[in-house]
Structure formats: C-alpha cells, structure tokens
C-alpha cells in the first residue's frame, strides 16, 4: 500500500522550513533516503533546488516518531520546501523513501499542507541540512545576559507634615515708634480657594460659549467598501480574480471564509476563467481544513470516474485523487464513497 507524505507547517512557523511526516511505511526508521519527482516533466529535484531528469536521494539518518505515534517524521529546509511551494497549477510531487542499504522502498504523493511558507517569506534562511544530509536541527545558541546597569542609590527622601519657616525681612529699628503686638497670622489658604473657584467658573463659562457658538460635526456618511460585509463581498469576486495577484485574491478570499457551497462556485469560476493556480489553491486549503466537501470535489478532479478534463485538470491521477480521499478518511472514517474510491485506485 502507498505511504502517505505530508509537508506540513512547523509550530512556531518557520519560512524554508517543515515536516516531513510518512505514514503505512514497513520499513526501518533509521538511514533513510528519499527522491522527488515531478510530473509534468518527470524530471527529479536534486540538491540547490535543482531538477534534472537523474534520481537523486535526499539522505536522512533516523526518522522521529511523530506525537500521535501513528507515522514517522523529519525536518526538511528551502532546498525541500521552496521547489514544492513554486510549483505550478498542475504540478504533482512523488516521493519515493527507501532504505539506504536498498532494502525496503515505497511511493507516495507529497503535498504542502496549510500554512507552509517559502523562505523568501522570511529573508535568508539557511538549509537545516549540509548537502544532501538532513540531520535534526542543532539548538540555538543562549543569548547573550543582558548587561546590568548598576543604579546608584538615590537619597532617602523625608516627607514632614511641619510648616515650613517664613523668614521675615527685617525692619531698621526706630528708637521712637513702639510696634503694636504681632496680629494673628492668618492663612492665605481660604483666598487661594476662592481665587480657583472664580477660575473654574470662568473656564466653565468660557466653554459653555464655545459650544453653544460651534456647530455640530455633520455625520460621516459611512464607507460600504470600508465595511466588513463590503469587504467580503468583493473579495472573492470573478473582478476581484482578474485585478488581484493571485496569491493576493487567494489569501483575501480565505480570510473572508465563504461557505462550501460558495467556494466551489468560486473555484469553478477560476477553472473557467482559466485561473488554474487560484482554483488548486482554494482547493487545497480548504480540503487540507478539513472540509469534506471541498475536499471530494477536488478528489473527482483527478478521479478517472468523475474527471471532466479541463485546461486545469487536464488528466486523471489515481495518486493525487487516493490522496484526497484519504484526506477525508483522517476526518471521516465512515465515509462509504470515500473509502471505496480511494480502496479502487489502490489496485
């Protein structure tokens, strides 16, 4: 039976890199080697993000046993990542993994999965492996302790409730005026209060003119394509399609999440317009979702069964279409038409 290949996003996400997890394989999980082809023009990716039309092994020295314990998994770098994401419209990858003492072999498909990014998306990244040789990625170095600043002590500051002295000027004696006793000093802090009073009243008043002389703001007339509703209505459009990059249209019609139903009119639109990259896009990043629906539909596409050649789906392929019915087995595994197609093309 086929193993199943998977290129899936790392956790934290890293640009150039993934993971590289293998299911159903029987052999050992050490000294691995694995190749990839492409079907358009059968040619092998070699090392450097090559092609050429000799085989050419991407060596691995032990496979780590993935979370869930049901498969086999390993790091991968741009040299693996980025020639599988630049892929066009109607590129399929096949991998071949085998035993480098030529023991046991076996093929599957790969497909990136969601969320995986090229390294261009991160500037230079470099390979996680030497060569040809992919190896666990060694952990960073600590980063360096951060200096510590030494503060000098500040002074013990004494807060005291005393009032503080008033020294007072003094006065030239005169011989013939005897003073009047001292008056009672009085505290200032009763007209300092009354002076604020005054002042908030008149900043009051002042205000209360100023409102009452300026106009109200007019309404802003609200903006319908600023709008939520506005936005998603014109992101997923056939104008939309045609005006926007297509990386661009897709990401702005994923994040507006139309239904199904929806999305498959959409694709369907992409097909006829002839926007292969937008409908294998849509396609993949729903069905690899979870979204059954989406993900049979894609399936039929490379279903002999159900194939409708088009210029985006041109011919049939049992691998790719076994791929996606097994998608939907990982969600649903009592899916009667997904089990018995995707039983038929294992034959």
Same mark, same amino acid.
């Given at each position: 039976?086929?193993?199943?290949?998977?290129?899936l996003?790392?956790?934290?996400?890293v640009?150039?890199?993934?993971r590289?997890t293998?299911?159903?394989?029987?052999?050992s999980e050490?000294q691995?080697?694995?190749?990839?082809q492409?079907n358009?023009?059968g040619?092998?990716?070699?090392?450097?993000?090559?092609?050429s039309?000799?085989?050419?092994w991407?060596?691995?020295?032990?496979?780590?046993v993935t979370?869930?314990?049901?498969g086999?998994?390993?790091q991968?770098?741009?040299?693996v990542?980025?020639?599988?994401?630049e892929?066009?419209?109607?590129?399929?990858f096949?991998?071949e993994?085998?035993?480098?003492?030529?023991?046991?072999?076996d093929?599957?498909v790969?497909?990136p999965?969601?969320?995986?990014?090229?390294?261009t998306?991160?500037?230079q990244t470099?390979?996680?492996?030497?060569?040809?040789?992919?190896?666990?990625?060694?952990a960073?170095?600590?980063?360096?302790?951060?200096?510590?600043?030494?503060?000098p002590?500040?002074p013990?500051?004494?807060?005291?409730t005393?009032?503080?002295?008033?020294?007072?000027?003094s006065?030239?004696?005169?011989?013939?005026?005897?003073?009047?006793?001292?008056p009672?000093?009085?505290s200032?802090?009763?007209?300092?209060g009354?002076l604020?009073?005054v002042?908030?009243?008149?900043?009051a008043?002042?205000?209360?003119w100023? &409102?009452?002389?300026?106009?109200?703001?007019? $309404? *802003? =007339?609200a %903006?319908?394509?600023?709008?939520p509703?506005?936005a998603?209505?014109q992101?997923?459009?056939?104008?939309?399609?045609?005006?926007?990059?297509e990386l661009?249209?897709?990401?702005?019609?994923i994040?507006?999440a139309?239904d199904s139903a929806k999305?498959?009119?959409?694709?369907?639109?992409?097909?006829a317009?002839?926007?292969?990259?937008?409908?294998?896009?849509?396609?993949?990043n729903?069905?690899?979702a979870?979204?059954?629906?989406?993900?049979?539909?894609?399936?039929?596409?490379?279903?002999?069964? &159900?194939?409708?050649?088009?210029e985006?789906f $041109? *011919? =049939?392929? %049992?691998?790719t279409a076994?791929?996606?019915?097994?998608?939907i087995?990982?969600?649903?595994?009592?899916?009667?038409?997904a089990?018995?197609?995707f039983?038929?093309?294992?034959?």
């Open positions: 039976m086929p193993i199943r290949v998977d290129l996003a790392l956790e934290p996400n640009p150039g890199k993934a590289l293998v299911k159903k394989w029987q052999g050490e691995l080697e694995f190749s990839i492409r358009q023009d040619f092998y990716l070699q090392d450097h993000k090559a092609w039309n000799n085989p050419f991407f060596k691995v020295s032990v496979f780590n979370a869930s314990g049901d086999l998994e390993a991968v770098g741009p040299d990542v980025d020639p599988l994401l892929g066009g419209a109607n590129s399929q096949q991998i993994l085998r035993e480098q003492s030529h023991g046991h072999s093929k599957g790969v497909r999965g969601v969320g995986v990014l090229p390294s998306a991160g500037g470099r390979s996680t492996y030497g060569g040809a040789e992919l190896t666990a990625p060694s960073p170095a600590p980063a360096p302790a951060p200096e510590i600043l030494e503060i002590e500040l013990e500051l004494v807060l005291s005393a009032e503080p002295e008033v020294e007072l000027e006065v030239p004696h005169e011989p013939d005026y005897a003073p009047p006793p001292p009672v000093k009085k200032n802090k009763g007209l300092i009354l604020i009073a002042l908030l009243l008149l900043a008043g002042g205000g209360f100023f &409102y009452k002389r300026t106009p109200a703001p007019a $309404p *802003v =007339a %903006n319908p394509a600023a709008t509703a506005g998603d209505a992101a997923c459009t056939v104008e939309s399609m045609n005006s926007l990059p661009t249209f897709v990401q702005t019609c994040k507006a139309p999305l498959l009119e959409i694709i369907n639109q992409a097909k317009g002839k926007h292969c990259g937008v409908a294998q896009r849509l396609y993949a729903r069905a690899q979870g979204d059954a629906l989406i993900a049979n539909a894609y399936a039929r596409e490379y279903d002999p069964k &159900y194939l409708k050649a088009s985006c $041109p *011919v =049939a392929d %049992n691998a076994a791929y996606w019915y097994e998608t087995l990982t969600q649903d595994p009592n899916n009667a038409e089990k018995q197609r039983e038929e093309l294992q034959k």
